[in-house]
């Protein structure tokens, strides 16, 4: 089972940009599907992004389409979140995760995944 460390967030104004990473343990990475999900304050877990072992197929929420990119280096065992054009409503804590069950499509609906990061904080300010 792999290991998730998140890593790269931090204090923007709207408009900025960020790049998210998590650093996977383990020689299975490329075995998994990975996806960012995010919780603000007061409110549920949500899924953010998703990505196929193979980056063939991704998922993004309507509320990052356009403004966030997800991919992943299976030879660094990392996968990213590019977040362009940060609004304060991106404010929250954002983890990601892996699983072997999966799909990009459906990890936001699948229950027990594999592993969690212990998530790295964004906060955009206005």
């Known amino acids: 089972q792999v290991q998730l460390v998140e890593s790269g967030g931090g204090l923007v104004q709207a408009g900025g940009s960020l790049r998210l990473s998590c650093a996977a343990s383990g020689r299975t990475f490329s075995t998994y599907a990975m996806g960012w999900f995010r919780q603000a304050p007061g409110k549920e877990r949500e899924s953010v992004a998703a990505i196929s072992w193979s980056s063939d197929n991704t998922y993004y929420a309507d509320s990052v389409k356009g403004r966030f990119t997800i991919s992943r280096d299976n030879a660094k065992n990392t996968v990213y979140l590019q977040m362009n054009s940060l609004k304060p409503e991106d404010t929250a804590v954002y983890y990601c995760?892996?699983?072997?069950?999966?799909?990009?499509?459906?990890?936001?609906?699948?229950?027990?995944?594999?592993?969690w990061g212990q998530g790295t904080l964004v906060t955009v300010s206005s």
């Open positions: 995760a892996a699983s072997r069950r999966a799909t990009a499509q459906n990890m936001g609906v699948t229950p027990r995944l594999d592993a």
